[in-house]
Every structure is written in C-alpha cells, then in structure tokens.
C-alpha cells in the first residue's frame, strides 16, 4: 500500500480541565513503519493515539500526516483508520457486509465493494466466512474482520489501541504476528497501543515508552532493553534488580558497593550522578561460596531455567535466573556473585 504516510507530533498536548493527559510529546512514526506507544494504565496512550486519528483536537503543539498539518483537521478529513478494543462490529451484519460497509459508505459501487471486501478477508485469512455474523465468530475471528475492515479503504495509516486485550495467550501472539506480518507485507503505517512489553518488543521498528503525560524514552526495542535511561525504564522493559550503591574503579574495572558487598563490574562507563545500577536477572551468575552476605532465600523450577531469589545485605531480593541444566545450589547456602562483565547499567534516576 504505497499510500502509506508518516505522522509527526511537535510538542502536542492534550488538557483536560486541570488534568494533563498528554504533555508536550514529540516523536515521530516513519511511513511503512510500525510503532508502538507502551506505558502504564492512564499515562496517556490512548489519548495520544485519540489525537492521531482526530478523535481529540490537540491543546497545543502541531500534528503532521505525511507533510500536511492535520492540526485543525476533523476525524474523517484525516484518512486514518483505527482498531478498537472491542472490535466494534455491527453484530447485525454479517461478515461480508462489515467490511463492504466502508467502501460503499464512500461512494464505491456494490461489485466493486464486494470485490474489495473480498480481497481484504482473503488477506486476514477468513474465505469462506463470509456470512457468518460476528456472534458466530471466535474472539480471534472477530478482531480479523476488524482488522479487514480497517485495511478496506487502504488508509494512509492504521491505528491499534490494544487490539489483543480480549484474546488468550496463545492467541494474542498468533494475532500479534499476523498484524506485523500484514503491516510488512502492505507497507503500512501503524501506530499500536498496548501495555504489554513482550507485545511491544516483538512487533516494533520502535517503541514509545510513555509515563505520566510524557515520553520516558524511545528507541528499537532493543536498544531500550539494552540502554534503559532510567529505573522506570529497567524495571518496566523487562526484569531488572535494582541495587543502590557508589561506584568506584580499580585499573580498568569498575567496582560497585553495596551493604558492604563490592561488585566487579568490568569496563562500564559510569557518571558522578548514577547511584545505583541496574542487572538483568539472566546476567548474574551465582556458585556456592562467598562469605555469607548473600544467601539463597528461595529456588523455583520454571523448565528452561532455574530462579533464585537472594537475600542480600542490602535493601530487597536479588533475582537470578540460572539455566536448567547449570549446578544446583541449595536454599541457604551462601553464594558468590559474579556480573557478566559490562552487562550493568548505571542509572542516575
Ligand atoms: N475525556 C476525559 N476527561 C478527563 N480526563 C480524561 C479523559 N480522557 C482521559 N482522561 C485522563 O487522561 C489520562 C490519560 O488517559 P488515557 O486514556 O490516554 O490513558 P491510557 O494510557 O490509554 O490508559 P489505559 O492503559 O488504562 O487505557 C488519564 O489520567 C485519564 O483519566
Ligand atoms: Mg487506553
């Protein structure tokens, strides 16, 4: 679909009242790319995306679909299509009349409709469910018409606000899939709400990581797993152990401290403001020894792997998880640590 278009927010907010829902956010979505906006309940996602389609006028700030300024523009003079939650279909209608329903409101001929209508169910993967209603559908089979609905009219981009809610585990990862697999596959532009980081993570050019009305921090999925900028970020993208402690070097390593416990980080760049660092539960190594300041409190078989919770000299558990296949270490048995050289991320907030 080689009408896809980019959208570009500068400096957007959206007021309600007193309340700030969305606080000067910028940042912008590539044509042909898929991003997705994450972030806790109320942060501001939905909103954001609301403000995207023309659903909300922006309180301030600019908004830009390819290079036109929609700022003032209306819902339906911004050719943009979204995917709800709740699917949204007309339960009276079957399957074929949901998705013709958008090109013969604007203006298509019926055999033309259908014809459209066609090729966009076939593309979902639901021939032959053409007149069924959608009570006669599964959840997934519902959310695929939706989405055929939402392509029909080839729009300039497609918005999802947490489009999988409503589906199983098992499902939502298929379903998952098959939205990036279409978007690649037609060259669409999307904008993905979730609050589900695996989800983020697995279907993103980029991720938008939002808090509190604002952007904590953007950037490819893995560059924000790797290089969090912030506590919120480790802990949110992820499991991270968050240990408060001063850094300090010795030749080329550098030393973290904490409840008397010194760390060997190896060669990690650090700054006078960090004060504390962050580790991934995967990137500690534990073996039986040290001198009885960290101290198995708990283990816990989940197939591929082991998890060890620690009881440490300083303030919460440390989470370490060991491969299944590694030596085994006993509840209360002192341990010795050892970090993946270079794998800590010092955060100064
Ligand atoms: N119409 C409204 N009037 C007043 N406040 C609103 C309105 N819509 C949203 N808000 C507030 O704006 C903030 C952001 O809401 P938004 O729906 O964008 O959050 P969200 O990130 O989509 O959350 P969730 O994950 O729970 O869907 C919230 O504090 C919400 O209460
Ligand atoms: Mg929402």
Known sequence: MSRAASVRFEKVSRLYGDVRAVNE???EVQAGTLVTLLGPSGCGKTTTLRLVAGLEQASSGKIFIGDEDVTALGAAERDVSMVFQSYALFPHMNVMDNVMYGPLASGAKKAEAKEMALEKLALVGLKGFEGRLPSELSGGQQQRVALARAIV??????LFDEPLSNLDARLRR???DDIRDLQQLLGLTVLYVTHDQQEALAVSDKVIVMDNAVIAQQGA?????????SRFLADFIGESNII???FSTSGADTLFTAGGVTLTLGSVAFKPTDKMIAIR???LKLSAG????????RRAYVGHAWEYSLDTPWKGELLAIAPARHELVEVGTSVALTIDAGSAIPLGR
Do not use: W
């Open 281 to 283: 539960p995967d990137r």
């Open 153 to 158: 009219l080839e729009p300039r981009m497609l």
């Open 25 to 27: 956010v910028s940042f």
């Open 244 to 246: 408060e402690g001063s």
């Open 174 to 176: 298929k379903v998952r």
């Open 290 to 297: 040290g001198d009885g300041a960290i101290k198995v409190r």
């Open 221 to 229: 999925p893995h560059d924000l797993y790797e290089r969090p900028q």
